[in-house]
């Protein structure tokens, strides 16, 4: 019931439409309800009176109220569908603009496929209800109402009778509707667990077959397609003993109705016309009966996936910028000062993944990260991006603490070229402009200077569809765009997390070319693979279990340390040099 209130507050744009279509709603059903008294006049004053003249009458009225009638549906179908899909179309939108604003660890947490699952089936359910099925419970609803008073009107007596019964219908009604929405939201959950099962497997189907592994999948998504079909005809058997009990309760009341308005008429305690305009509207509230009764299962389901929507609309971003964030100075100068910081993962509170790191980058700096494995590079990457605020200590650019400054301003001056560049579904142009998208076309041929000549020779260049994640290209091109995407931002602060995977000869030596132009004149930190890198970086931090052990120049970290030695040794490579059957074949 509270999603469903809440859900209200969503038609709060739309009071006036939905106002008009309330009136649409009331005089469709007041039309219906005068046909009633149509059949009354015509029984009484037509047949029994033997009057034709009276029946030609009663057509023309009739027609009438049907005119109107025809018009008023008319009307309140379009405005409330309209409504309806609006809502949901609304409804998306917030879900999907706050999704973008909830940190990469509310991700990592609750897992994309199963958020996804909601973004797309929940939002779906609820656009089929609200568009078709909401309109017509409202509808039912009030002829309900209107078919109850009338009924009143035509034969308290009678209606009274009704009313005794009607607790017998409505109460399986309320005890099966709950037990449906329970399992509704099972069903949801269990589709959405098989969904991102799914999703993972899909995406990782190179693998999967790789290790022959789809059996064992298969086997996976048997049981929970299976899992899931067993809580649906849970579900169904409810809905089935619910429709069924509903509609045999309310047509034994027509029946009731029908014995005990005969002896009525014979008795000559109401007239012909009055029992029939009764039948009338005792069918017209059965009927409706039994429609409220089918759709309440899925206006009960609609609940339980704006329910599930809402705990997604109302979940807090962890990060996010204060209500007065602290302008970051112009122009930017590139300053990275790290001081004491501390960091351990939520999901791990006892292990930092960073402990006690203090460490000064200079503006225009070129500041090479080497350690083990699991050393936290990558963890202080995300720390400096903001995805996460240390326990303690604090991380400063430009002077101003990351945690009084704006996210998206912060960001804004960072550029990260990650290890293995992820490309979106566009044009080769399309991921270049990526982090600028109103750049034009000589900013992004400027930014791509180093790697015109492959994407000229691409079908369409620039303009060549490069598939899902950049599937087209190599590891290498693919590299190369994404530090053209660098380069387009025009970062104060530069984040490379080389590439581990080995590049032949000729495209390592273009993706260093490439790397060269991002990183002159910006300050850049880079998890080092490559030792070029190290060589020609000004420092070099050694990170260790999450402590940084020493920050030094190659050549004396060589000589006094002897982990970095190693690292050196078994870590950073040289470039590839062609294999002795590639230079006899150059020969
Ligand atoms: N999302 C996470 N939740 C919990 N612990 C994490 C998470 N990500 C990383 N860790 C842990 O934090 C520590 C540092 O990881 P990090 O990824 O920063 O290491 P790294 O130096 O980048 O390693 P690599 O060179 O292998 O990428 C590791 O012990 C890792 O297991």
């Known amino acids: 019931m509270g999603a469903l ?137 009030l002829l309900l109402a209107g078919t109850l008073v009338m009924l009143v009107v035509t034969s308290p007596r009678l209606t009274a009778l009704v009313l005794l019964g009607l607790p017998l219908v409505l109460l399986p009604m309320l005890i099966f509707g709950r037990r449906v929405r329970r399992l ?46 067993a809580t649906a005809g849970a579900r169904i058997r409810q809905r089935a003993w619910l429709n069924g009990v509903a509609l045999s309760l309310a047509f034994t009341a027509v029946g009731v109705i029908l014995w005990q308005g005969g002896h009525d008429v014979l008795a000559g305690r109401m007239s012909a016309g009055e029992l029939s305009a009764f039948v009338f509207y005792a069918v017209l509230a059965a009927g409706s009966v039994g429609v409220i009764s089918e759709v309440a299962g899925e206006v009960m389901r609609a609940a339980g996936a704006a329910e599930r929507l809402f705990e997604l609309l109302d979940a807090q971003p962890a990060i996010a910028a204060p209500p007065q964030p602290k302008p970051l100075p112009t122009p930017p100068r590139g300053a990275v000062s790290i001081d004491g910081v501390r960091f351990a993962y939520p999901s791990r509170p006892r292990t930092p993944a960073l402990d006690g790191i203090s460490l000064e980058i200079r503006p225009g700096e070129r500041l090479a990260l080497v350690g083990p494995s699991g050393a936290g590079k990558s963890t202080l990457f995300a720390l400096l991006l903001r995805f996460h605020d240390p326990q303690a200590g604090a991380i400063r650019f430009d002077g101003v603490d990351l945690r009084a400054a704006d996210p998206a301003a912060l960001r804004a ?39 015109t000549e492959f994407v000229e020779a691409l079908p369409e260049g620039f303009d060549t569809w490069l598939g899902p994640g950049g599937i087209q290209l190599s590891g290498g091109q693919r590299q190369r765009i994404a530090i053209a995407r660098a380069i387009l931002r025009d970062p104060a602060l530069l984040l490379l997390d080389e590439a581990t995977s080995s590049l032949d000869a000729e495209s390592e030596r273009q993706v260093q070319h490439a790397l060269e132009r991002l990183m002159a004149g910006r300050t ?55 294999a002795a059957n590639e230079r006899l074949g150059n020969a």
Do not use: K
Request: glycine content about 8%; hydrophobic content about 50%.
């Open 5 to 141: 209130t809440r859900l209200i507050g969503f038609l709060r744009p739309y009071v006036w439409r939905a106002a008009a279509a309330a009136l649409a709603l009331v005089v469709a059903a007041g039309s219906v309800l005068v046909l009633g008294q149509g059949l009354r006049l015509v029984v009484d004053e037509g047949f029994m009176a033997g009057q034709p003249g009276m029946l030609d009458r009663a057509l023309a009225l009739t027609l009438g109220v049907i005119a109107v009638m025809a018009v008023a549906s008319a009307l309140r179908f379009y405005l409330v569908t309209w409504i309806g899909e609006r809502v949901a179309a609304d409804l998306r939108h917030a879900v999907l603009s706050h999704l973008l604003s909830l940190e990469p660890d509310f991700y990592e947490r609750n897992g994309v496929g199963e958020i996804q699952s909601r973004v797309t089936t929940d939002t779906a359910l609820l656009q089929t209800v609200l568009g078709s099925t909401f309109s017509m419970a409202v509808r039912n609803v």
């Open 184 to 229: 509704s939201r099972l069903s949801q959950d269990r589709i959405a667990e098989l969904g991102s099962y799914a999703g993972e497997t899909l995406s990782g189907i190179a693998t999967v077959q790789a290790f022959g592994h789809e059996a064992e999948d298969r086997r996976r998504f048997d049981s929970l397609v299976e899992q899931a079909f």
């Open 413 to 451: 001056r960072i550029a990260l070229v990650a290890q293995e560049p992820l490309l979106f579904t566009g044009s080769a142009a399309d991921n270049i402009r990526f982090g600028r998208p109103d750049a034009d076309d000589g900013a992004i041929r400027a930014a791509a200077a180093h790697c």
């Open 524 to 578: 850049s930190i880079v998890i080092a693979h490559r030792l070029a890198t190290v060589t020609a970086a000004d420092r070099i931090a050694v990170l260790e279990q999450g402590r940084l052990r020493a920050v030094d120049s190659h050549h004396r970290l060589l000589e006094r340390d002897p982990l970095y030695a190693r690292l050196a040794a078994l870590q950073l490579r040289e470039p590839r040099q062609p």
